[in-house]
Protein backbone atom coordinates (compact mmCIF):
# COMPACT_ATOMS: atom_id res chain seq x y z
CA UNK A 1 0.00 0.00 0.00
CA UNK A 2 1.69 3.50 -0.51
CA UNK A 3 2.01 5.67 1.39
CA UNK A 4 -0.46 8.74 1.77
CA UNK A 5 0.51 11.91 0.77
CA UNK A 6 -0.28 15.40 2.03
CA UNK A 7 -3.17 16.05 -0.83
CA UNK A 8 -5.81 13.21 -0.47
CA UNK A 9 -7.31 13.47 -3.89
CA UNK A 10 -4.54 11.21 -5.08
CA UNK A 11 -5.46 8.59 -2.31
CA UNK A 12 -9.41 8.91 -2.90
CA UNK A 13 -8.95 8.32 -6.52
CA UNK A 14 -6.66 5.03 -5.73
CA UNK A 15 -9.53 3.58 -3.18
CA UNK A 16 -11.94 4.38 -5.63
CA UNK A 17 -9.71 1.37 -7.57
CA UNK A 18 -12.39 -1.52 -7.97
CA UNK A 19 -15.49 0.41 -7.00
CA UNK A 20 -18.50 0.78 -9.30
CA UNK A 21 -18.11 3.39 -11.96
CA UNK A 22 -21.57 5.46 -10.48
CA UNK A 23 -19.65 6.29 -7.34
CA UNK A 24 -16.98 8.67 -9.28
CA UNK A 25 -19.80 10.73 -10.94
CA UNK A 26 -21.12 14.02 -9.88
CA UNK A 27 -24.14 12.94 -8.41
CA UNK A 28 -21.90 10.57 -6.00
CA UNK A 29 -19.88 13.24 -4.63
CA UNK A 30 -23.14 14.80 -3.68
CA UNK A 31 -24.07 11.79 -1.67
CA UNK A 32 -20.44 11.90 0.65
CA UNK A 33 -17.74 10.14 -2.02
CA UNK A 34 -16.10 13.36 -2.93
CA UNK A 35 -12.39 13.66 -2.74
CA UNK A 36 -10.71 14.01 0.74
CA UNK A 37 -9.02 17.90 -0.14
CA UNK A 38 -12.64 19.07 -1.44
CA UNK A 39 -13.76 21.60 1.18
CA UNK A 40 -16.64 21.03 2.97
CA UNK A 41 -19.95 22.68 3.23
CA UNK A 42 -18.90 25.41 6.29
CA UNK A 43 -22.79 23.99 8.07
CA UNK A 44 -21.22 20.79 8.84
CA UNK A 45 -19.99 21.45 12.35
CA UNK A 46 -16.82 19.39 13.94
CA UNK A 47 -15.74 18.47 17.14
CA UNK A 48 -12.41 18.00 18.26
CA UNK A 49 -11.24 14.91 20.85
CA UNK A 50 -7.92 14.27 22.53
CA UNK A 51 -7.75 10.46 23.83
CA UNK A 52 -4.55 9.08 24.37
CA UNK A 53 -2.49 10.18 22.21
CA UNK A 54 -4.72 11.01 19.12
CA UNK A 55 -6.69 13.95 18.31
CA UNK A 56 -9.78 13.65 16.26
CA UNK A 57 -11.90 15.56 14.40
CA UNK A 58 -15.10 14.21 14.02
CA UNK A 59 -18.80 15.83 13.05
CA UNK A 60 -20.57 17.09 16.03
CA UNK A 61 -23.86 15.31 13.84
CA UNK A 62 -24.22 11.39 14.21
CA UNK A 63 -22.31 10.75 11.16
CA UNK A 64 -19.55 9.03 12.03
CA UNK A 65 -19.58 6.82 15.10
CA UNK A 66 -17.90 7.85 18.17
CA UNK A 67 -18.43 6.54 22.31
CA UNK A 68 -16.28 8.46 24.24
CA UNK A 69 -17.61 5.66 27.14
CA UNK A 70 -15.43 2.93 25.47
CA UNK A 71 -11.99 4.94 25.99
CA UNK A 72 -11.53 1.54 28.46
CA UNK A 73 -11.82 -0.76 25.78
CA UNK A 74 -9.55 1.42 23.25
CA UNK A 75 -7.03 1.63 25.71
CA UNK A 76 -7.11 -2.47 27.06
CA UNK A 77 -7.03 -2.69 23.48
CA UNK A 78 -3.39 -0.94 22.96
CA UNK A 79 -2.25 -2.52 26.30
CA UNK A 80 -2.35 -6.24 25.00
CA UNK A 81 -1.64 -5.35 21.51
CA UNK A 82 1.79 -3.51 22.73
CA UNK A 83 2.09 -6.75 24.73
CA UNK A 84 1.22 -9.37 21.99
CA UNK A 85 4.34 -7.60 19.67
CA UNK A 86 6.65 -7.16 22.86
CA UNK A 87 6.24 -11.22 22.49
CA UNK A 88 6.16 -11.57 18.55
CA UNK A 89 9.17 -8.85 18.30
CA UNK A 90 11.18 -10.49 21.16
CA UNK A 91 11.84 -13.99 18.94
CA UNK A 92 13.20 -11.94 16.28
CA UNK A 93 15.52 -10.33 18.54
CA UNK A 94 13.35 -6.73 18.65
CA UNK A 95 13.07 -4.76 21.82
CA UNK A 96 10.21 -2.57 21.84
CA UNK A 97 10.43 0.83 23.38
CA UNK A 98 7.00 1.86 24.98
CA UNK A 99 6.67 5.67 26.44
CA UNK A 100 6.96 6.06 29.79
CA UNK A 101 8.72 2.66 30.54
CA UNK A 102 11.70 2.37 32.69
CA UNK A 103 14.24 0.67 29.86
CA UNK A 104 14.81 -2.72 31.56
CA UNK A 105 14.47 -5.84 29.95
CA UNK A 106 11.71 -8.02 30.22
CA UNK A 107 11.38 -11.68 30.25
CA UNK A 108 9.46 -12.45 27.10
CA UNK A 109 7.06 -15.96 27.63
CA UNK A 110 6.36 -17.75 24.74
CA UNK A 111 2.94 -17.98 23.67
CA UNK A 112 2.89 -20.24 20.70
CA UNK A 113 0.56 -23.24 21.09
CA UNK A 114 3.28 -25.37 18.55
CA UNK A 115 6.29 -25.26 20.68
CA UNK A 116 5.95 -28.13 23.20
CA UNK A 117 7.70 -26.88 25.89
CA UNK A 118 7.50 -22.82 26.77
CA UNK A 119 11.21 -21.38 26.81
CA UNK A 120 11.95 -18.12 28.75
CA UNK A 121 13.26 -15.53 25.83
CA UNK A 122 15.54 -12.67 27.08
CA UNK A 123 15.33 -9.66 24.48
CA UNK A 124 18.81 -9.40 23.05
CA UNK A 125 20.13 -12.36 24.55
CA UNK A 126 21.47 -14.16 21.52
CA UNK A 127 23.48 -10.80 20.15
CA UNK A 128 27.33 -10.67 19.87
CA UNK A 129 29.36 -8.97 22.34
CA UNK A 130 29.00 -5.07 21.94
CA UNK A 131 26.25 -5.35 19.01
CA UNK A 132 23.25 -2.90 19.78
CA UNK A 133 19.80 -4.70 20.24
CA UNK A 134 17.41 -4.04 17.23
CA UNK A 135 14.17 -1.78 18.73
CA UNK A 136 11.20 -0.79 17.46
CA UNK A 137 9.68 2.53 19.30
CA UNK A 138 6.16 3.89 18.82
CA UNK A 139 5.36 6.18 15.45
CA UNK A 140 8.60 4.28 13.33
CA UNK A 141 8.08 1.60 10.72
CA UNK A 142 9.21 -1.73 12.03
CA UNK A 143 10.18 -3.98 8.57
CA UNK A 144 9.65 -7.39 10.73
CA UNK A 145 6.69 -5.36 12.24
CA UNK A 146 2.84 -6.27 13.15
CA UNK A 147 0.25 -5.30 10.05
CA UNK A 148 -2.83 -4.32 11.76
CA UNK A 149 -6.02 -4.48 10.07
CA UNK A 150 -9.20 -2.97 12.09
CA UNK A 151 -11.89 -3.36 9.52
CA UNK A 152 -14.96 -0.60 10.94
CA UNK A 153 -12.70 1.92 12.04
CA UNK A 154 -15.25 5.38 11.09
CA UNK A 155 -12.90 8.26 12.46
CA UNK A 156 -9.93 6.17 12.52
CA UNK A 157 -9.32 6.92 16.32
CA UNK A 158 -8.45 3.64 17.27
CA UNK A 159 -6.29 2.88 14.32
CA UNK A 160 -4.43 6.47 14.84
CA UNK A 161 -3.64 5.46 18.65
CA UNK A 162 -2.02 1.77 17.32
CA UNK A 163 0.05 4.05 15.48
CA UNK A 164 1.17 6.95 18.10
CA UNK A 165 1.04 4.30 21.29
CA UNK A 166 1.99 0.65 20.30
CA UNK A 167 5.39 0.13 19.17
CA UNK A 168 6.58 -2.40 16.50
CA UNK A 169 4.30 -2.42 14.40
CA UNK A 170 4.84 -2.06 10.34
CA UNK A 171 1.62 -0.79 8.97
CA UNK A 172 -2.38 -0.10 9.84
CA UNK A 173 -4.84 -0.55 7.59
CA UNK A 174 -8.01 1.84 8.33
CA UNK A 175 -10.78 0.29 6.82
CA UNK A 176 -14.78 1.65 6.02
CA UNK A 177 -17.13 0.94 3.91
CA UNK A 178 -18.51 4.64 4.34
CA UNK A 179 -17.12 7.33 2.31
CA UNK A 180 -17.97 10.09 4.90
CA UNK A 181 -15.77 7.59 7.47
CA UNK A 182 -12.89 7.48 5.08
CA UNK A 183 -12.82 10.93 4.36
CA UNK A 184 -12.79 12.08 7.98
CA UNK A 185 -9.73 9.25 8.79
CA UNK A 186 -7.54 11.06 5.66
CA UNK A 187 -8.43 13.91 7.45
CA UNK A 188 -7.34 12.69 11.33
CA UNK A 189 -4.30 10.51 9.71
CA UNK A 190 -2.98 14.40 8.53
CA UNK A 191 -3.96 16.31 11.52
CA UNK A 192 -1.82 12.87 13.84
CA UNK A 193 1.17 13.06 11.15
CA UNK A 194 0.89 9.17 11.19
CA UNK A 195 0.34 9.15 7.09
CA UNK A 196 3.16 6.51 7.26
CA UNK A 197 1.85 4.59 9.14
CA UNK A 198 -2.24 4.54 8.65
CA UNK A 199 -3.29 3.62 5.50
CA UNK A 200 -7.10 4.40 5.25
CA UNK A 201 -8.82 2.15 3.03
CA UNK A 202 -12.81 2.05 1.65
CA UNK A 203 -13.85 -1.48 1.52
CA UNK A 204 -16.59 -3.95 2.36
CA UNK A 205 -14.82 -5.52 5.71
CA UNK A 206 -15.56 -8.78 4.94
CA UNK A 207 -14.25 -8.53 1.27
CA UNK A 208 -10.89 -7.10 2.46
CA UNK A 209 -10.37 -9.79 4.57
CA UNK A 210 -11.14 -12.15 2.50
CA UNK A 211 -8.79 -10.92 -0.30
CA UNK A 212 -6.13 -11.55 2.20
CA UNK A 213 -6.56 -15.14 2.87
CA UNK A 214 -2.94 -16.24 1.31
CA UNK A 215 -0.20 -16.85 4.39
CA UNK A 216 1.80 -14.27 3.01
CA UNK A 217 -0.70 -11.61 3.10
CA UNK A 218 -2.73 -12.26 6.27
CA UNK A 219 -2.88 -9.99 9.08
CA UNK A 220 -0.97 -9.94 12.40
CA UNK A 221 -4.08 -8.35 14.31
CA UNK A 222 -7.20 -7.96 12.86
CA UNK A 223 -9.62 -5.49 15.53
CA UNK A 224 -13.55 -5.81 14.66
CA UNK A 225 -15.53 -3.23 16.58
CA UNK A 226 -19.10 -3.26 14.91
CA UNK A 227 -21.86 -1.89 15.86
CA UNK A 228 -23.93 -4.27 16.96
CA UNK A 229 -23.01 -8.03 16.52
CA UNK A 230 -20.13 -9.12 14.80
CA UNK A 231 -21.34 -12.36 13.23
CA UNK A 232 -20.87 -11.15 9.93
CA UNK A 233 -17.09 -10.88 9.95
CA UNK A 234 -16.59 -13.10 12.04
CA UNK A 235 -16.29 -15.85 8.71
CA UNK A 236 -13.75 -13.86 7.11
CA UNK A 237 -11.92 -12.73 10.08
CA UNK A 238 -10.36 -16.08 11.09
CA UNK A 239 -8.86 -16.90 7.39
CA UNK A 240 -7.27 -13.29 7.29
CA UNK A 241 -5.38 -13.67 10.69
CA UNK A 242 -2.04 -14.88 10.66
CA UNK A 243 -0.45 -17.88 12.31
CA UNK A 244 -0.45 -17.28 16.08
CA UNK A 245 -2.22 -14.14 15.35
CA UNK A 246 -4.31 -11.73 17.47
CA UNK A 247 -7.96 -11.49 16.70
CA UNK A 248 -10.04 -8.55 18.70
CA UNK A 249 -13.68 -9.10 18.42
CA UNK A 250 -16.15 -6.95 20.17
CA UNK A 251 -20.16 -7.67 20.46
CA UNK A 252 -22.20 -4.63 21.86
CA UNK A 253 -25.52 -6.87 20.84
CA UNK A 254 -25.79 -8.49 24.50
CA UNK A 255 -29.24 -8.33 24.36
CA UNK A 256 -28.93 -10.94 21.79
CA UNK A 257 -26.44 -12.65 24.41
CA UNK A 258 -28.27 -12.49 27.49
CA UNK A 259 -30.99 -14.60 26.41
CA UNK A 260 -34.01 -12.01 25.35
CA UNK A 261 -33.82 -13.74 21.95
CA UNK A 262 -32.92 -17.38 22.22
CA UNK A 263 -33.50 -17.70 18.42
CA UNK A 264 -31.88 -14.72 17.60
CA UNK A 265 -28.49 -15.53 19.32
CA UNK A 266 -28.70 -19.15 17.44
CA UNK A 267 -28.63 -18.03 13.68
CA UNK A 268 -26.10 -15.03 15.04
CA UNK A 269 -23.62 -17.36 16.98
CA UNK A 270 -24.89 -21.11 16.76
CA UNK A 271 -25.61 -21.18 20.57
CA UNK A 272 -28.70 -20.61 22.94
CA UNK A 273 -28.97 -18.01 25.26
CA UNK A 274 -30.69 -18.05 28.54
CA UNK A 275 -31.77 -15.38 30.44
CA UNK A 276 -29.09 -15.65 33.40
CA UNK A 277 -27.46 -13.59 35.92
CA UNK A 278 -23.90 -15.55 34.96
CA UNK A 279 -25.48 -14.21 31.29
CA UNK A 280 -22.30 -11.66 31.27
CA UNK A 281 -19.23 -14.70 31.45
CA UNK A 282 -22.10 -16.87 29.09
CA UNK A 283 -22.12 -14.23 26.81
CA UNK A 284 -18.41 -14.41 26.56
CA UNK A 285 -18.00 -18.15 26.12
CA UNK A 286 -20.79 -18.16 23.48
CA UNK A 287 -18.37 -15.78 21.45
CA UNK A 288 -15.74 -18.06 22.42
CA UNK A 289 -17.78 -20.88 20.73
CA UNK A 290 -18.59 -18.94 17.74
CA UNK A 291 -15.37 -17.61 16.79
CA UNK A 292 -13.84 -21.11 17.55
CA UNK A 293 -16.69 -22.84 15.59
CA UNK A 294 -15.94 -21.10 12.32
CA UNK A 295 -12.25 -21.39 12.83
CA UNK A 296 -12.45 -25.04 12.72
CA UNK A 297 -14.01 -24.70 9.23
CA UNK A 298 -10.44 -24.33 8.30
CA UNK A 299 -8.55 -26.31 10.23
CA UNK A 300 -8.05 -23.69 12.54
CA UNK A 301 -8.63 -23.29 16.36
CA UNK A 302 -8.72 -20.44 18.60
CA UNK A 303 -6.72 -19.88 21.85
CA UNK A 304 -8.12 -16.95 24.29
CA UNK A 305 -5.26 -14.69 25.73
CA UNK A 306 -8.24 -12.56 27.17
CA UNK A 307 -12.14 -12.38 27.77
CA UNK A 308 -13.79 -9.72 29.45
CA UNK A 309 -17.06 -8.24 29.77
CA UNK A 310 -17.73 -4.37 30.48
CA UNK A 311 -20.58 -1.93 30.90
CA UNK A 312 -22.87 -2.74 27.71
CA UNK A 313 -20.49 -5.11 25.07
CA UNK A 314 -17.99 -8.44 25.66
CA UNK A 315 -14.56 -7.88 24.17
CA UNK A 316 -12.26 -11.20 23.56
CA UNK A 317 -8.59 -11.11 22.39
CA UNK A 318 -7.70 -14.57 20.58
CA UNK A 319 -4.81 -16.21 19.06
CA UNK A 320 -5.37 -18.45 15.51
CA UNK A 321 -3.53 -21.08 14.79
CA UNK A 322 -4.00 -24.12 12.68
CA UNK A 323 -3.75 -27.97 13.13
CA UNK A 324 -6.15 -30.88 12.39
CA UNK A 325 -5.58 -32.41 15.37
CA UNK A 326 -6.69 -29.91 17.56
CA UNK A 327 -9.18 -28.97 15.68
CA UNK A 328 -10.58 -32.45 16.40
CA UNK A 329 -10.29 -32.33 20.02
CA UNK A 330 -12.54 -29.08 19.76
CA UNK A 331 -15.30 -31.10 20.61
CA UNK A 332 -13.58 -32.98 23.44
CA UNK A 333 -15.46 -36.31 22.58
CA UNK A 334 -12.19 -38.33 21.66
CA UNK A 335 -14.01 -38.23 17.94
CA UNK A 336 -16.79 -40.01 19.53
CA UNK A 337 -20.13 -39.19 19.85
CA UNK A 338 -21.06 -37.47 22.59
CA UNK A 339 -23.22 -38.85 25.25
CA UNK A 340 -25.82 -36.75 27.06
CA UNK A 341 -26.35 -35.32 30.83
CA UNK A 342 -27.08 -37.63 33.17
CA UNK A 343 -29.87 -35.52 34.70
CA UNK A 344 -33.63 -35.77 35.19
CA UNK A 345 -36.08 -33.85 33.30
CA UNK A 346 -36.76 -31.92 36.52
CA UNK A 347 -34.10 -30.07 38.90
CA UNK A 348 -33.54 -32.46 41.97
CA UNK A 349 -33.37 -29.82 44.23
CA UNK A 350 -35.92 -26.91 43.01
CA UNK A 351 -38.25 -28.99 40.89
CA UNK A 352 -37.99 -26.72 38.40
CA UNK A 353 -37.46 -27.78 34.58
CA UNK A 354 -33.97 -27.51 33.28
CA UNK A 355 -33.66 -25.36 30.17
CA UNK A 356 -31.29 -25.69 27.89
CA UNK A 357 -28.62 -23.68 26.54
CA UNK A 358 -25.40 -23.74 24.65
CA UNK A 359 -23.34 -25.43 23.47
CA UNK A 360 -20.56 -22.93 25.14
CA UNK A 361 -17.05 -22.68 25.35
CA UNK A 362 -16.09 -24.66 27.90
CA UNK A 363 -12.01 -24.24 28.80
CA UNK A 364 -10.32 -21.65 30.45
CA UNK A 365 -10.97 -18.33 28.75
CA UNK A 366 -8.01 -16.09 30.26
CA UNK A 367 -4.21 -16.46 29.67
CA UNK A 368 -3.44 -16.02 33.00
CA UNK A 369 0.98 -15.62 31.89
CA UNK A 370 -0.34 -12.96 29.45
CA UNK A 371 -2.82 -11.29 31.71
CA UNK A 372 -0.29 -10.99 34.17
CA UNK A 373 2.43 -9.23 31.67
CA UNK A 374 -0.36 -6.66 30.84
CA UNK A 375 -1.17 -6.21 34.34
CA UNK A 376 2.69 -5.11 34.96
CA UNK A 377 2.89 -3.29 32.07
CA UNK A 378 -0.09 -0.63 33.13
CA UNK A 379 0.90 -1.05 36.75
CA UNK A 380 4.37 -0.17 36.34
CA UNK A 381 3.14 2.77 33.82
CA UNK A 382 0.25 3.81 34.72
CA UNK A 383 0.71 7.07 33.46
CA UNK A 384 -0.03 5.43 29.76
CA UNK A 385 -3.88 5.21 29.93
CA UNK A 386 -6.71 7.31 30.88
CA UNK A 387 -7.91 4.79 32.39
CA UNK A 388 -5.42 2.28 34.06
CA UNK A 389 -6.61 1.92 37.88
CA UNK A 390 -9.84 0.75 35.96
CA UNK A 391 -7.31 -1.85 33.53
CA UNK A 392 -5.58 -2.51 37.38
CA UNK A 393 -8.96 -2.98 38.69
CA UNK A 394 -10.32 -5.48 35.85
CA UNK A 395 -7.36 -7.60 35.32
CA UNK A 396 -6.56 -8.15 39.33
CA UNK A 397 -9.75 -9.74 39.03
CA UNK A 398 -9.24 -11.62 36.04
CA UNK A 399 -6.13 -13.32 37.76
CA UNK A 400 -7.93 -14.29 40.75
CA UNK A 401 -10.84 -15.56 38.90
CA UNK A 402 -10.88 -19.90 39.07
CA UNK A 403 -9.75 -20.57 35.75
CA UNK A 404 -11.33 -24.22 35.42
CA UNK A 405 -14.96 -23.20 36.77
CA UNK A 406 -17.20 -21.90 34.07
CA UNK A 407 -19.94 -19.60 35.00
CA UNK A 408 -21.05 -18.10 38.29
CA UNK A 409 -23.55 -17.58 41.44
CA UNK A 410 -25.18 -14.42 41.94
CA UNK A 411 -25.22 -14.14 45.33
CA UNK A 412 -28.63 -12.02 45.73
CA UNK A 413 -30.36 -14.77 43.05
CA UNK A 414 -29.30 -17.57 45.40
CA UNK A 415 -31.22 -15.44 48.17
CA UNK A 416 -34.03 -14.58 45.72
CA UNK A 417 -34.42 -18.25 45.61
CA UNK A 418 -34.88 -19.05 49.07
CA UNK A 419 -36.95 -15.61 49.74
CA UNK A 420 -34.49 -15.12 52.67
CA UNK A 421 -32.05 -12.10 53.68
CA UNK A 422 -28.66 -12.55 51.95
CA UNK A 423 -25.41 -12.66 53.66
CA UNK A 424 -22.87 -11.12 53.01
CA UNK A 425 -20.07 -11.94 50.32
CA UNK A 426 -17.33 -12.41 52.73
CA UNK A 427 -20.27 -15.08 55.01
CA UNK A 428 -20.83 -16.94 51.98
CA UNK A 429 -17.02 -17.12 50.70
CA UNK A 430 -16.06 -17.99 54.13
CA UNK A 431 -18.98 -20.95 54.64
CA UNK A 432 -17.39 -22.27 51.13
CA UNK A 433 -13.91 -22.30 51.88
CA UNK A 434 -14.67 -23.92 55.79
CA UNK A 435 -16.38 -26.90 53.58
CA UNK A 436 -12.83 -27.55 51.46
CA UNK A 437 -14.43 -25.97 47.93
CA UNK A 438 -12.42 -23.05 46.30
CA UNK A 439 -13.92 -19.71 45.60
CA UNK A 440 -13.48 -16.52 43.97
CA UNK A 441 -14.81 -13.21 42.47
CA UNK A 442 -15.85 -12.70 38.68
CA UNK A 443 -14.90 -9.58 36.97
CA UNK A 444 -18.10 -9.94 34.58
CA UNK A 445 -21.01 -9.07 38.06
CA UNK A 446 -19.81 -7.32 41.59
CA UNK A 447 -22.09 -10.09 43.72
CA UNK A 448 -20.92 -13.17 41.57
CA UNK A 449 -19.07 -16.35 43.41
CA UNK A 450 -16.95 -18.75 41.66
CA UNK A 451 -16.96 -22.17 42.74
CA UNK A 452 -16.12 -25.99 42.64
CA UNK A 453 -18.82 -26.67 44.68
CA UNK A 454 -21.57 -28.45 43.64
CA UNK A 455 -24.61 -27.22 43.81
CA UNK A 456 -26.20 -29.36 46.57
CA UNK A 457 -22.97 -28.18 48.89
CA UNK A 458 -24.42 -24.59 47.82
CA UNK A 459 -27.44 -25.09 48.74
CA UNK A 460 -27.19 -26.76 51.54
CA UNK A 461 -24.94 -23.65 52.85
CA UNK A 462 -28.04 -21.57 52.17
CA UNK A 463 -30.42 -23.56 54.05
CA UNK A 464 -28.35 -23.31 56.75
CA UNK A 465 -28.18 -19.23 56.70
CA UNK A 466 -31.90 -19.68 56.33
CA UNK A 467 -31.81 -21.31 59.62
CA UNK A 468 -30.10 -18.04 60.89
CA UNK A 469 -32.31 -15.63 59.21
CA UNK A 470 -35.76 -17.73 59.18
CA UNK A 471 -38.40 -17.70 56.29
CA UNK A 472 -41.93 -17.54 57.23
CA UNK A 473 -42.84 -20.82 55.58
CA UNK A 474 -46.80 -20.50 55.49
CA UNK A 475 -46.27 -17.65 52.99
CA UNK A 476 -44.37 -20.16 50.45
CA UNK A 477 -46.31 -22.15 47.83
CA UNK A 478 -45.84 -25.79 48.17
CA UNK A 479 -44.92 -25.45 44.80
CA UNK A 480 -41.97 -22.52 44.81
CA UNK A 481 -38.18 -23.39 44.48
CA UNK A 482 -38.03 -22.11 47.77
CA UNK A 483 -40.52 -24.33 49.55
CA UNK A 484 -39.15 -27.82 47.66
CA UNK A 485 -35.03 -26.25 48.85
CA UNK A 486 -36.11 -25.14 52.71
CA UNK A 487 -37.60 -28.69 52.78
CA UNK A 488 -34.67 -30.61 52.94
CA UNK A 489 -32.62 -30.59 55.60
CA UNK A 490 -28.58 -29.65 54.89
CA UNK A 491 -26.52 -32.40 55.42
CA UNK A 492 -23.57 -30.13 55.64
CA UNK A 493 -23.45 -28.05 58.38
CA UNK A 494 -21.95 -24.63 57.45
CA UNK A 495 -19.83 -22.14 59.09
CA UNK A 496 -20.10 -18.62 58.39
CA UNK A 497 -17.20 -17.29 60.73
CA UNK A 498 -15.56 -14.82 58.58
CA UNK A 499 -12.02 -16.38 56.84
CA UNK A 500 -8.98 -13.76 56.36
CA UNK A 501 -8.32 -15.02 53.12
CA UNK A 502 -12.25 -15.15 52.05
CA UNK A 503 -11.26 -11.57 51.02
CA UNK A 504 -9.36 -11.36 47.71
CA UNK A 505 -6.95 -9.05 46.88
CA UNK A 506 -8.45 -6.83 44.75
CA UNK A 507 -10.82 -6.21 47.17
CA UNK A 508 -9.34 -5.27 50.15
CA UNK A 509 -7.18 -2.90 48.07
CA UNK A 510 -10.64 -1.41 46.64
CA UNK A 511 -9.78 -1.68 43.23
CA UNK A 512 -12.01 0.21 40.60
CA UNK A 513 -13.42 -2.50 38.12
CA UNK A 514 -16.80 -0.59 37.18
CA UNK A 515 -17.31 2.43 35.14
CA UNK A 516 -18.03 5.73 36.63
CA UNK A 517 -21.06 7.55 34.83
CA UNK A 518 -18.93 9.76 32.65
CA UNK A 519 -21.89 11.86 30.99
CA UNK A 520 -25.80 12.15 30.86
CA UNK A 521 -27.39 9.37 29.18
CA UNK A 522 -23.92 7.02 28.69
CA UNK A 523 -23.96 3.84 26.81
CA UNK A 524 -24.60 2.27 23.68
CA UNK A 525 -24.91 5.04 21.06
CA UNK A 526 -27.61 4.74 18.41
CA UNK A 527 -25.94 3.74 14.85
CA UNK A 528 -23.75 6.64 12.88
CA UNK A 529 -26.35 7.99 9.85
CA UNK A 530 -25.86 10.90 7.98
CA UNK A 531 -28.39 13.59 8.01
CA UNK A 532 -26.39 16.34 10.20
CA UNK A 533 -27.82 18.70 12.84
CA UNK A 534 -31.52 17.94 11.96
CA UNK A 535 -30.53 14.28 12.38
CA UNK A 536 -29.61 14.41 15.90
CA UNK A 537 -32.49 16.78 16.76
CA UNK A 538 -34.83 14.12 15.68
CA UNK A 539 -32.97 11.64 17.44
CA UNK A 540 -33.14 13.81 20.76
CA UNK A 541 -37.02 14.14 20.09
CA UNK A 542 -37.44 10.71 19.77
CA UNK A 543 -35.47 10.07 22.70
CA UNK A 544 -37.46 12.41 24.73
CA UNK A 545 -41.37 11.13 23.69
CA UNK A 546 -40.11 7.52 24.36
CA UNK A 547 -39.17 8.39 28.16
CA UNK A 548 -41.43 6.45 30.90
CA UNK A 549 -43.62 5.42 28.17
CA UNK A 550 -44.17 2.18 30.20
CA UNK A 551 -45.29 4.06 33.17
CA UNK A 552 -49.01 4.87 34.27
CA UNK A 553 -49.82 8.55 34.82
CA UNK A 554 -50.17 9.95 38.14
CA UNK A 555 -53.78 8.86 40.23
CA UNK A 556 -55.78 11.55 42.16
CA UNK A 557 -55.12 11.09 45.70
CA UNK A 558 -58.80 9.81 46.42
CA UNK A 559 -58.94 7.43 43.36
CA UNK A 560 -56.48 6.21 45.37
CA UNK A 561 -57.83 6.19 48.97
CA UNK A 562 -60.96 4.36 47.35
CA UNK A 563 -59.16 2.43 45.78
CA UNK A 564 -56.88 1.35 48.52
CA UNK A 565 -59.73 0.36 50.82
CA UNK A 566 -60.90 -2.33 49.11
CA UNK A 567 -57.75 -4.30 50.42
CA UNK A 568 -57.94 -3.99 54.39
CA UNK A 569 -55.00 -5.01 56.57
CA UNK A 570 -54.37 -8.16 58.18
CA UNK A 571 -55.32 -6.97 61.63
CA UNK A 572 -58.94 -6.20 60.06
CA UNK A 573 -59.47 -10.13 58.99
CA UNK A 574 -57.98 -11.32 62.43
CA UNK A 575 -60.68 -8.30 63.65
CA UNK A 576 -57.86 -6.70 65.86
CA UNK A 577 -57.70 -3.24 63.59
CA UNK A 578 -58.53 -0.23 66.07
CA UNK A 579 -59.52 1.71 62.61
CA UNK A 580 -62.78 -0.76 62.44
CA UNK A 581 -64.66 -0.07 59.21
CA UNK A 582 -62.84 2.66 58.65
CA UNK A 583 -59.45 0.52 57.72
CA UNK A 584 -57.62 0.57 54.13
CA UNK A 585 -54.56 -1.39 53.64
CA UNK A 586 -52.45 1.65 53.55
CA UNK A 587 -53.77 3.84 56.73
CA UNK A 588 -51.78 5.47 59.16
CA UNK A 589 -49.29 4.17 62.18
CA UNK A 590 -51.20 2.86 64.94
CA UNK A 591 -51.05 5.33 67.97
CA UNK A 592 -48.89 4.14 71.21
CA UNK A 593 -52.16 2.35 73.00
CA UNK A 594 -52.53 0.31 69.98
CA UNK A 595 -49.11 -0.77 69.64
CA UNK A 596 -49.29 -1.75 73.10
CA UNK A 597 -52.55 -4.07 73.12
CA UNK A 598 -51.34 -5.35 69.79
CA UNK A 599 -48.25 -8.20 70.04
CA UNK A 600 -45.26 -7.50 68.51
CA UNK A 601 -45.64 -10.81 66.16
CA UNK A 602 -49.48 -9.50 64.95
CA UNK A 603 -47.69 -6.61 63.69
CA UNK A 604 -48.76 -6.49 59.87
CA UNK A 605 -45.65 -6.91 57.44
CA UNK A 606 -45.51 -4.58 54.72
CA UNK A 607 -45.57 -6.26 51.45
CA UNK A 608 -42.03 -4.98 50.29
CA UNK A 609 -40.53 -7.18 53.00
CA UNK A 610 -42.91 -9.65 53.13
CA UNK A 611 -44.86 -10.97 49.90
CA UNK A 612 -48.49 -11.84 50.74
CA UNK A 613 -49.32 -15.72 50.80
CA UNK A 614 -51.81 -17.41 49.41
CA UNK A 615 -55.66 -16.01 50.59
CA UNK A 616 -54.43 -12.11 51.05
CA UNK A 617 -56.09 -10.04 49.04
CA UNK A 618 -53.53 -8.16 46.56
CA UNK A 619 -54.60 -5.35 43.93
CA UNK A 620 -52.48 -3.56 41.11
CA UNK A 621 -51.11 -0.42 42.14
CA UNK A 622 -50.45 -1.39 45.75
CA UNK A 623 -47.40 0.02 47.45
Known amino acids: ?201 QADARMLMYQHQKASERFDVIDLDPYGSPAPFLDAAVQAVSEGGLLCVTCTDMAVLAGNSGETCYSKYGAMALKSRACHEMALRIVLHSLDLRANCYQRFVVPLLSVSADFYVRVFVRVFTGQAKVKASARVKFSAACGPPVAPECGHCGQRHQLGGPLWAEPIHDLDFVGRVLEAVSTNPGRFHTSERIRGVLSVVTEELPDVPLYYALDQLSSTVRCSTPSLLQLRSALLHAGFRVSLSHACKNAVKTDAPSSALWDIMRCWEKVCPVKRERLSESSPAFRILSVEPRLQANFTIRDDANPSSRQRGLKRFQANPEANWGPRPRARPGGKAAGEAMEERRRLHQNKRKEPAEDPVQRAARLKTFPCKRFKEGTCQHGDQCCYSHSSPTPEDTAEVAPGDRPETPSQNPPGPGVATGPGVD
Not at 124 to 130: I, M, S, T, V
Not at 172 to 182: L, M, P, T
Request: glycine share 6%; proline share 6%.
Open 1 to 201: ILTLRSACSPYRARCMEGQPQELRNPAAMENGTEPCGEERPSEAQETTVTEGAAKIAFPSANEVFYNPVQEFNRDLTCAVITEFARVQLAAKGIQIKVPGEKDVPKVVVNLSEQEEEKAELKEGANLAPGDQPRTAAVGEICEEGLRVLEGLAASGLRSIRFAREVPGLQSVVANDASARAVDLMCRNVQLNGVAHLVHPR
